[in-house]
Antibody, heavy 124, light 106 residues
Framework: QITLKESGPALVKPTQTLTLTCTFS??????????VGWIRQPPGKALEWLAL???????RYSPSLKNRITISKDTSRTQVVLTMTNMDPVDTATYFC????????????????WGQGTKVTVSS | EIVLTQSPGTLSLSPGERATLSCRAT???????LAWYQQKPGQAPRLLIY???NRATGIPDRFSGSGSGTDFTLTISRLEPEDFAVYYC???????FGQGTKVEIK
């Protein structure tokens, strides 16, 4: 069973750097085709894709946020970390991580399994 | 940059009715990269459709996806009470999401 869980601070101050961790189980981030992405959702608004990291360490970023965000995976490959600099109140949102299956019979170009999300408020 | 526009913004229907949701891309995209998700209040999105027309595991057959090029459709053949939610399309090639369609009870 694949699970993902986001963790990080619930409250950050403007200009601070946010660091979020996605801890996952049930799959390997070293398997071909596998990826983990970050998506956020401001209160009452739509989903916004932020970043994606593939099994081979290929990284992709939202064009509108690429100067502020960094995605990485740890050496044990059971966590993916997102950092976002210079936080602003407009970054207040629920942040989700999600799993893209690897290549093979179960391959899908979609986020098949999502974490429950972690709510982040930016306020002084 | 590909932009996905979903219509209508809100769909007011009764249980048992058919729902037709549209997702239009600003340029032609591969059908392999078009996905649909359902989101209920306070929950994470759930994958419904991938590759424009393939139902994800456990998704009832009243949900179907179709389309190609720039125009894609999610159809719910007969709305069940649990289907009232917000639906998002996503282009997985650029990973962008549409703005969502809310299906509400009339």
């Amino acid at each position: 069973q694949i699970t993902l869980k986001e963790s990080g601070p619930a409250l950050v101050k403007p200009t601070q750097t946010l660091t979020l961790t996605c801890t996952f189980s049930g799959f390997s981030l070293s398997a071909s085709g596998v990826a983990v992405g970050w998506i956020r959702q401001p209160p009452g608004k739509a989903l916004e894709w932020l970043a994606l990291i593939y099994w081979d360490d290929d990284k992709r970023y939202s064009p509108s946020l690429k100067n502020r965000i960094t995605i990485s995976k740890d050496t044990s490959r059971t966590q993916v970390v997102l950092t976002m600099t210079n936080m602003d109140p407009v970054d207040t949102a629920t942040y989700f991580c999600a799993h893209r299956p690897g290549y093979g019979s179960e391959s899908k170009d979609a986020f098949e399994v999502w974490g429950q999300g972690t709510k982040v408020t930016v306020s002084s | 940059e590909i932009v996905l526009t979903q219509s209508p913004g809100t769909l007011s229907l009764s249980p048992g009715e058919r729902a037709t949701l549209s997702c239009r891309a600003t340029q032609s995209v591969s059908s392999n990269h078009l996905a649909w998700y359902q989101q209920k209040p306070g929950q994470a999105p759930r994958l419904l459709i991938y590759g424009a027309s393939n139902r994800a595991t456990g998704i009832p057959d009243r949900f179907s996806g179709s389309g190609s090029g720039t125009d894609f459709t999610l159809t719910i053949s007969r709305l069940e009470p649990e289907d009232f939610a917000v639906y998002y399309c996503q282009h997985f090639g650029s990973w962008t999401f549409g703005q969502g369609t809310k299906v509400e009870i009339k």
